[in-house]
């Protein structure tokens, strides 16, 4: 018995072998997994980093909404935090604990719920709180800077330290929060605001987000980042402008709503998703001079 299956029979949590990732993620596109671990529990997290933080390829995947899988085996953990990292509670002065494992709608309804605004843009993000501050999501003007206070994190030696807001340098989509460490939980402040007008913001948002996005599609979201400081179009217009929107490689496809969303019209491959991206990357270069950065992170 090797390290990791004694490990497995040792704590409560799931821990399963080659595990395959496809339906875990958007895109449906992915291969196994050496190993699948579910902590439900921070003790078997913490046991689980002591023992292998160093020594494990580790990957920790939320709602698999911003991803790209590739379909070879992941040699190495992926992690996937459960239900007590799901957890959400209201403290004083309009402040908001949430576990990384809560998603960006969770947060945005308890937020209403509680009559605290602010937040009501997080209902068009299709991630966790976990991935939101991995790379500062937002949309419609607002970004998880916007409200965080504070964030609480794990290192691979499996040692836990909350770092303020004040001591993170956010960025547009961008977190300079070292990519070693696990985000376990995060607080947020609002502001007092009735419930009513903020569901009027969220139900508008919604409308928006659903005239311009593809909805109940294979897709992985937003393909790239606007540019910064580079050109006054945004990315869809950069792509619209460059290249032919009915370019494919196998069922890989680029959305008819909105060009810079792609999709897995059937069975696309890594290899097929990841062609495209790259062809539309390099035909924008060649247009406009202008190199576009991924939003989804691809993992090879």
């Not at 997994?33 to 160093?54: C, H, Q, S």
Request: hydrophobic share 35%; with cysteine; charged share 30%.
């Amino acid at each position: 018995m090797n390290k990791l299956e004694k490990f497995s029979k040792q704590i409560k949590s799931k821990f399963f072998f080659n595990y395959d990732l496809k339906k875990l993620n958007w895109f449906n596109i992915g291969g196994k997994t050496k190993a699948y671990f579910k902590p439900d529990n921070l003790n078997d997290l913490v046991f689980f980093l002591k023992e292998f933080g160093k020594k494990e390829r580790i990957f920790v995947l939320g709602a698999g909404s911003n991803i790209l899988l590739t379909d070879k085996k992941f040699d190495g953990t992926v992690i996937k935090l459960g239900k007590n990292f799901s957890n959400i509670s209201l403290i004083h002065n309009n402040i908001i604990v949430a576990g990384s494992a809560v998603s960006d709608k969770k947060l945005s309804d308890f937020a209403m719920e509680n009559n605290i605004g602010g937040f009501e843009f997080l209902s068009c993000i299709p991630g966790t709180v976990g991935g939101g501050l991995k790379i500062n999501s937002g949309c419609f003007g607002r970004e998880f800077r916007d409200i965080l206070v504070s964030v609480q994190v794990i290192d691979k030696k499996g040692t836990i330290q909350t770092i303020p807001s004040s001591k993170i340098n956010f960025d547009y989509r961008y977190s300079p929060i070292d990519k070693d460490l696990i985000f376990l939980s995060a607080s947020f402040k609002g502001e007092m605001k009735n419930k009513n007008e903020i569901e009027k913001i969220i139900k508008a948002f919604k409308n928006k987000k659903d005239l311009a996005q593809p909805t109940k599609i294979k897709t992985g979201g937003s393909t790239f980042k606007n540019p910064k400081n580079q050109t006054d179009l945004k990315v869809w217009q950069l792509i619209k402008k460059s290249v032919s929107l009915d370019k494919k490689f196998g069922d890989a496809k680029i959305s008819n709503k909105h060009c810079n969303f792609f999709i897995n019209s059937k069975n696309a491959k890594f290899d097929d998703m990841k062609k495209l991206i790259n062809y539309v990357k390099n035909q924008v270069k060649i247009k406009t001079g202008i190199a576009l950065e991924t939003e989804i992170e691809i993992i090879e």
